[in-house]
C-alpha cells in the first residue's frame, strides 16, 4: 500500500524564515528607497541628511550586533522573531506619523531594532541547525524572499504614488502584523528540539522524509567541533570575512538608500525606477538558487568572489547611468552580484565556524559589517551633496567591490588553524 511520507520539518522553517526575509527585503532594504525618495520631495531634505537616518540605524545595528546574537543563542529564533517583527510594525506606525527630521530619526532606528532583532541573524541560526550538506541551498532559498520583497517594490511606489507615503507604510505595518503569529508557530530552533537531525537524517543513516529500505546515507560535517566566540574572534578568516562581508554591502547600502532617487535625477520616473529594482530582485531569483548549488558542491570563496565581480560591474555601470536603458543593464548585472553572493558568504561563516555559537559570532562579525554598511550611504550622499553627481561615490564603491572580490580568495579555514 502507498503511504505519506513526512515531511522533514526543516522545510517548513525554511518557509516561514523565506517569509521573513521578504519582509526584511520591503522593510529594511529595497522599500526605504522609496520612502527616502518621497520624503525628501515633501520635506527638501538634502541626501546627506536623509543618509544620516539610514546611517543612525546602522549604528544601531553594529552596536547591537553582538547582543543580538547572544540573545538568538540564548532565546532561540522564534520569540526573537515575534519580538522584532512587532517591534518593526510600531516603527511603520511612528514613520506614518513623522513630521521633521528628528521624527523620521526615530521611527528608522525603532525599524532598524526590529529588523536587527527579529530579522537575519536569527532565521540564518536557525537554518544553519536545521541543514548541514544542503546548507548554501536552504539559505539561498530563504534569502529569496529578499527578492520577492524586491518585486513588491512596484506595489509600494505605486501605493505612495496614489495614496502616499503615510498610509503605505501603515499597510505595510499592518501586513507585518497579521503574517507574525503564524510565522512564529512554524519556527523551530534546532531539529534536536524535536528528536531530529539536520537534513532529517536519522541514526541509522535514512533521511527522515525517505522510506526506510532508502539508501540515503547521512554524510556527516568532516569539520572539527564547533569554535567559541573567543576561537573565532582570534582566527584569520573572522576578521577578513567580516570585511569582506562589509565592503560587500557597503555598495548595497548605498543602492537602498540612494538608487530611486539616483535614477530619479537622471530623468527616470519613480515607477520606472521602481522597475528597475523589480528586474534585479526578480533576475536574482535565478541566482539565489545558483549560488546555494554551487556553494554547496564548490569552494565558497570562489563563488563570492565571481558575484562580486558581477557587482563590481554593476556598480560602475550604474555610476555611469544616464538613460533607464543603462539602469536596466545596471539591474541584470546586479542581480547576480547581489544575489549571488549572500547564501554563499553566509554558509561559509557556519562551515568555518560551527553551529553552536554561530549567531553570537555572525553578530561580532555586524560590529565591523554594519560599520562600513552605514558608511556607503553617508559618503554617497555627502559626495552627491558636494559634486552635484552620483557618479563618483559609485565608482569609489565599485572599485572596492573588486578588492572585497580578491580578498575573500584569502580565507582560510579558521576550525583547523585554530584548533592545531
Given at each position: 500500500?502507498?503511504?505519506?511520507?513526512?515531511?522533514?520539518?526543516?522545510?517548513?522553517?525554511?518557509?516561514?524564515?523565506?517569509?521573513?526575509?521578504?519582509?526584511?527585503?520591503?522593510?529594511?532594504?529595497?522599500?526605504?528607497?522609496?520612502?527616502?525618495?518621497?520624503?525628501?520631495?515633501?520635506?527638501?531634505?538634502?541626501?546627506?541628511?536623509?543618509?544620516g537616518?539610514?546611517?543612525?540605524?546602522?549604528?544601531?545595528?553594529?552596536?547591537?550586533g553582538?547582543?543580538?546574537?547572544?540573545?538568538?543563542?540564548?532565546?532561540?529564533?522564534?520569540?526573537?522573531?515575534?519580538?522584532?517583527?512587532?517591534?518593526?510594525?510600531?516603527?511603520?506606525?511612528?514613520?506614518s506619523?513623522?513630521?521633521?527630521?528628528t521624527?523620521?530619526?526615530?521611527?528608522?532606528?525603532?525599524?532598524?531594532?526590529?529588523?536587527?532583532?527579529?530579522g537575519?541573524?536569527?532565521?540564518?541560526?536557525?537554518?544553519?541547525?536545521?541543514?548541514?550538506?544542503?546548507?548554501?541551498?536552504?539559505?539561498?532559498?530563504?534569502?529569496?524572499?529578499?527578492?520577492?520583497?524586491?518585486?513588491?517594490?512596484?506595489?509600494?511606489?505605486?501605493?505612495?504614488?496614489?495614496?502616499?507615503?503615510?498610509?503605505?507604510?501603515?499597510?505595510?505595518?499592518?501586513?507585518?502584523?497579521?503574517?507574525?503569529?503564524?510565522?512564529?508557530?512554524?519556527?523551530?530552533?534546532?531539529?534536536?528540539?524535536?528528536?531530529?537531525?539536520?537534513?532529517?537524517?536519522?541514526?541509522?543513516?535514512?533521511?527522515?522524509?525517505?522510506?526506510?529500505?532508502?539508501?540515503?546515507?547521512?554524510?556527516?560535517?568532516?569539520?572539527?567541533?564547533d569554535?567559541?566566540?573567543?576561537?573565532?574572534?582570534?582566527?584569520?578568516?573572522?576578521?577578513?570575512?567580516?570585511?569582506?562581508?562589509?565592503?560587500?554591502?557597503?555598495?548595497?547600502?548605498?543602492?537602498?538608500?540612494?538608487?530611486?532617487?539616483?535614477?530619479?535625477?537622471?530623468?527616470?520616473?519613480?515607477?520606472?525606477?521602481?522597475?528597475?529594482?523589480?528586474?534585479?530582485?526578480?533576475?536574482?531569483?535565478?541566482?539565489?538558487?545558483?549560488?546555494?548549488?554551487?556553494?554547496?558542491?564548490?569552494?565558497?570563496?570562489?563563488?563570492?568572489?565571481?558575484?562580486?565581480?558581477?557587482?563590481?560591474?554593476?556598480?560602475?555601470?550604474?555610476?555611469?547611468?544616464?538613460?533607464?536603458?543603462?539602469?536596466?543593464?545596471?539591474?541584470?548585472?546586479?542581480?547576480?552580484?547581489?544575489?549571488?553572493?549572500?547564501?554563499?558568504?553566509?554558509?561559509?561563516?557556519?562551515?568555518?565556524?560551527?553551529?553552536?555559537?554561530?549567531?553570537?559570532?555572525?553578530?561580532?562579525?555586524?560590529?565591523?559589517?554594519?560599520?562600513?554598511?552605514?558608511?556607503?550611504?553617508?559618503?554617497?550622499?555627502?559626495?552627491?551633496?558636494?559634486?552635484?553627481?552620483?557618479?563618483?561615490?559609485?565608482l569609489?564603491?565599485?572599485?572596492?567591490?573588486?578588492?572585497?572580490?580578491?580578498?575573500?580568495?584569502?580565507?582560510?579555514?579558521?576550525?583547523?588553524?585554530?584548533?592545531n
Amino acid at each position: 500500500m502507498f503511504r505519506i511520507q513526512k515531511i522533514f520539518y526543516g522545510y517548513w522553517v525554511l518557509f516561514a524564515g523565506t517569509m521573513v526575509m521578504m519582509l526584511l527585503g520591503i522593510a529594511g532594504l529595497h522599500g526605504l528607497g522609496v520612502f527616502f525618495s518621497a520624503l525628501q520631495r515633501d520635506y527638501n531634505w538634502s541626501s546627506g541628511l536623509l543618509s544620516g537616518a539610514f546611517a543612525l540605524s546602522r549604528a544601531e545595528s553594529s552596536f547591537l550586533g553582538p547582543i543580538e546574537g547572544f540573545l538568538v543563542d540564548k532565546f532561540g529564533t522564534r520569540k526573537m522573531v515575534i519580538l522584532g517583527m512587532s517591534i518593526m510594525v510600531f516603527g511603520f506606525l511612528l514613520l506614518s506619523t513623522v513630521d521633521g527630521i528628528t521624527d523620521f530619526y526615530i521611527a528608522l532606528v525603532v525599524i532598524a531594532l526590529g529588523t536587527g532583532l527579529g530579522g537575519f541573524l536569527p532565521i540564518m541560526a536557525a537554518l544553519t541547525n536545521w541543514f548541514n550538506r544542503f546548507r548554501a541551498r536552504a539559505m539561498a532559498l530563504a534569502t529569496l524572499g529578499v527578492n520577492v520583497g524586491g518585486l513588491l517594490v512596484v506595489v509600494l511606489t505605486w501605493s505612495v504614488d496614489n495614496y502616499g507615503w503615510r498610509t503605505s507604510a501603515i499597510g505595510f505595518g499592518v501586513l507585518v502584523l497579521v503574517l507574525i503569529l503564524p510565522i512564529g508557530k512554524i519556527l523551530r530552533n534546532q531539529p534536536e528540539d524535536m528528536g531530529l537531525k539536520p537534513d532529517g537524517d536519522i541514526e541509522n543513516g535514512v533521511s527522515s522524509g525517505d522510506d526506510i529500505n532508502s539508501s540515503v546515507q547521512n554524510v556527516p560535517d568532516t569539520q572539527p567541533g564547533d569554535m567559541t566566540v573567543n576561537e573565532a574572534l582570534r582566527s584569520q578568516a573572522f576578521w577578513l570575512l567580516s570585511l569582506v562581508h562589509g565592503i560587500a554591502v557597503m555598495g548595497l547600502s548605498a543602492l537602498a538608500v540612494h538608487q530611486i532617487e539616483r535614477m530619479v535625477v537622471a530623468g527616470v520616473s519613480l515607477q520606472m525606477a521602481g522597475l528597475v529594482v523589480s528586474i534585479y530582485t526578480g533576475l536574482g531569483i535565478f541566482f539565489r538558487l545558483l549560488s546555494g548549488y554551487v556553494a554547496d558542491k564548490f569552494d565558497k570563496r570562489y563563488v563570492i568572489a565571481i558575484f562580486l565581480l558581477f557587482q563590481t560591474a554593476a556598480l560602475f555601470v550604474f555610476a555611469q547611468g544616464e538613460t533607464i536603458t543603462m539602469f536596466v543593464v545596471f539591474g541584470l548585472l546586479f542581480a547576480p552580484g547581489w544575489s549571488g553572493r549572500g547564501a554563499a558568504l553566509t554558509a561559509l561563516r557556519g562551515e568555518l565556524f560551527g553551529r553552536k555559537r554561530f549567531a553570537s559570532i555572525t553578530g561580532m562579525s555586524m560590529v565591523i559589517t554594519n560599520s562600513l554598511a552605514l558608511i556607503g550611504p553617508i559618503f554617497t550622499g555627502v559626495m552627491y551633496d558636494a559634486t552635484d553627481s552620483y557618479g563618483p561615490p559609485f565608482l569609489v564603491l565599485s572599485g572596492l567591490s573588486l578588492v572585497a572580490a580578491v580578498m575573500v580568495l584569502f580565507v582560510r579555514n579558521a576550525r583547523l588553524r585554530t584548533r592545531n
